[in-house]
T-cell receptor, first 118, second 118 residues
Framework: GAGVSQTPSNKVTEKGKYVELRCDPI?????LYWYRQSLGQGPEFLIY????????DSGLPNDRFFAVRPEGSVSTLKIQRTERGDSAVYLC????????????????FGEGSWLTVV | AQKITQTQPGMFVQEKEAVTLDCTYD???????LFWYKQPSSGEMIFLIY??????QNATEGRYSLNFQKARKSANLVISASQLGDSAMYFC???????????????FGQGTELSVKP
């Protein structure tokens, strides 16, 4: 597709359950990012992939969160033993390359997966 | 310490008038990038405009311009000729260029909610 695609768009799960959120980046984009956005807040960085490897996972809150990108395209964010505090919008984004600093590789976001843990 | 500060939780503007959304940032890097995103109620983060720290001219994209004042570490967004469809949350974000952050992780501010009045 033309943009970043995320599924499911909405997910309601019970506390303690396992959840997977999927992201399909823009075709040709090697860099992929996961962010989490709580109500009334700006997005918070979780993890960044360059190709298949996680180049920066410093934003993952704890070991219940894990993400993979086995073939360098689609990524899955996995949350184990969900807690009510995990309720948020999980945003995926991609960019053409691993540019840092002042280089102009723009990061494009999907519409997010709204996770509610009850 | 907060890296991106947006001091205006909410702003109102009359349709067809210009509005400035404030953003200040904090970094010790020489190489960094500044972004503005729009987030309507649908939740998608829409890229608006980008300014690199080495860019000598202020960035412009249609009705959007970025008033970049490097010495003051400010990157205010100016929207000219406001339209009703501009009503949304607006986020300022920064990407630093440290060696350990070549992936381009974005740090977001808290956002400003803009309401355009007819």
């Amino acid at each position: 597709g033309a943009g970043v695609s995320q599924t499911p768009s909405n997910k309601v799960t019970e506390k303690g359950k396992y959840v997977e959120l999927r992201c399909d980046p823009i075709s040709g984009h090697t860099a992929l990012y996961w962010y989490r956005q709580s109500l009334g807040q700006g997005p918070e960085f979780l993890i960044y992939f360059q190709g298949t490897g996680a180049a920066d996972d410093s934003g993952l809150p704890n070991d219940r969160f894990f993400a993979v990108r086995p073939e360098g395209s689609v990524s899955t964010l996995k949350i184990q033993r969900t807690e009510r505090g995990d309720s948020a919008v999980y945003l995926c984004a991609s960019s053409l390359g691993p540019a840092g600093g002042s280089t102009g590789n723009t990061i494009y976001f999907g519409e997010g997966s709204w996770l509610t843990v009850v | 310490a907060q890296k991106i500060t947006q001091t205006q939780p909410g702003m109102f503007v009359q349709e067809k008038e210009a509005v400035t959304l404030d953003c200040t940032y904090d970094t010790s890097d020489q190489s960094y990038g500044l972004f503005w995103y729009k987030q309507p109620s649908s939740g998608e983060m829409i890229f608006l405009i980008y300014q690199g720290s080495y860019d000598e001219q202020n960035a412009t994209e249609g009705r959007y311009s970025l008033n970049f004042q490097k010495a003051r570490k400010s990157a205010n967004l100016v929207i000219s000729a406001s339209q009703l469809g501009d009503s949304a949350m607006y986020f300022c974000a920064m990407r630093e260029g440290r060696e350990d952050n070549q992936g381009g992780k974005l740090i977001f501010g808290q956002g400003t909610e803009l309401s355009v009045k007819p």
